[in-house]
């Protein structure tokens, strides 16, 4: 089971955002192509997970609001300032 669940993740990206995200698609793409850039290298931006599993990592860092899901007329995925961003 993911943790934290879909409700969680819902409820953190919708905290601080214009625009209300409610599609599972749009949580599943964002995450999917952060953990995509793990898998080739990217440094993780957060380190508090217990698992090293791209995936959970991508989760977690969205969670924690490091990953800023925007519209699909900006770029999909913001980085915090405070760590190093790769390209897509």
Do not use: C, H, W
């Amino acid at each position: 089971m993911l943790r934290p669940s879909y409700a969680d993740l819902v409820e953190v990206l919708n905290r601080n955002s214009a625009d209300v995200i409610s599609s599972r698609y749009s949580i599943v793409i964002v995450t999917a192509k952060r953990a995509r850039q793990l898998v080739a290298g990217a440094k993780p931006l957060t380190y508090s997970s217990i698992t090293d599993k791209p995936v959970s990592v991508a989760v977690n860092e969205l969670f924690e609001e490091k990953i800023i899901v925007r519209d699909a007329d900006d770029e999909p995925i913001e980085f915090d300032e405070q760590f190093e961003s790769t390209e897509m």
